[in-house]
């Protein structure tokens, strides 16, 4: 018998906010499972995203759940629906999951907020900049993945200009020490920086600096994104690091991050002086 796939981060999001659902009704498993006339251990399966569901399924549970939020239970649906596939699964089996998820989370998103405190922001890269990223990676990895990469992180900023559904919003917090960190040599940075510099004058990206006199600030020593869903409670973080990435959504994480990102927002400098405090860097390159 074949094995069912892994669940992605999105399933295994979807799986459990239904059981969050349920969990606050009070009701169990078995209750489910007779609205839907399933077994059990389906349900179980549906509640950790190994097993499929329905926006129909999802609507039933809601109105038994007594759950009256429709904005949510409309999310809900459409993370459901499946009938399209996304373009990041044409790397399936290729990458590593999380490089997908990370895609995903981030096409679905209603906004997004990252800050960055060694590189560039992954959707305001250069090819020449990721591949210097990549590049060195330990243990190191094969040119052709490190390729392979390089075109999924450029794909992936395809949602800044899209028609359908709208661009999405991005605001990008970057520490100075990012700016001077020269992946890639000299001139490979400095055109990063330009390229960075006419990103932000895009309608929907925001950059924002943090100078090095700023001194401490929160987060240090990696890179997040936080990435607002359709309704609030459908906010997702992501945390990068060289061991893989992590995903969160506990209400206690999420106000966390969302502070964070309040402290950078009011630490750094605003757009037209981050601005200029990139190409000054540029310059001196």
Known sequence: MPTRPAPTERQKRLGAELRRMRL??????????????????????????????????????????????????????????????GWWQQFKGSLPQGLLDVAELEWFASRLRTYQTVHIPGLLQLGEYARAIFASALPPLPKSEVELRVVQRL????????????????VAYVHEWALRMQFGGRRVTREQLMHLCEASERDNVEVRVLPVEAGAFPGAGHAVLYAEGPVPQLDTVHLDSAHGGEFTHSE??????????????????????????????????
Not at 63 to 70: L, Q, R
Not at 279 to 285: N, Y
């Open 155 to 170: 794909r992936r900023q395809q949602l800044l200009d899209r028609d359908q559904p709208e661009p999405v919003d991005y």
């Open 24 to 85: 606050a009704a009070g009701r169990t498993t078995e209750y489910a499972a007779g609205l839907l006339g399933l077994d059990r251990t389906k349900v179980s399966n549906m509640e950790s995203g190994v097993r499929a569901t329905s926006p129909e399924r999802i609507r039933i549970l809601a109105s038994n759940y007594d759950c009256a939020d429709e904005p949510y239970i409309d999310a809900l649906a459409a993370m459901a629906d499946v009938r399209k596939r």
């Open 252 to 285: 206690a994480q999420l106000a966390k991050y969302r502070a964070h990102m309040d402290w950078w927002h009011a630490h750094t400098l605003k757009p037209l002086d981050s601005r200029d405090f990139i190409f000054s860097i540029a310059r001196q390159l």
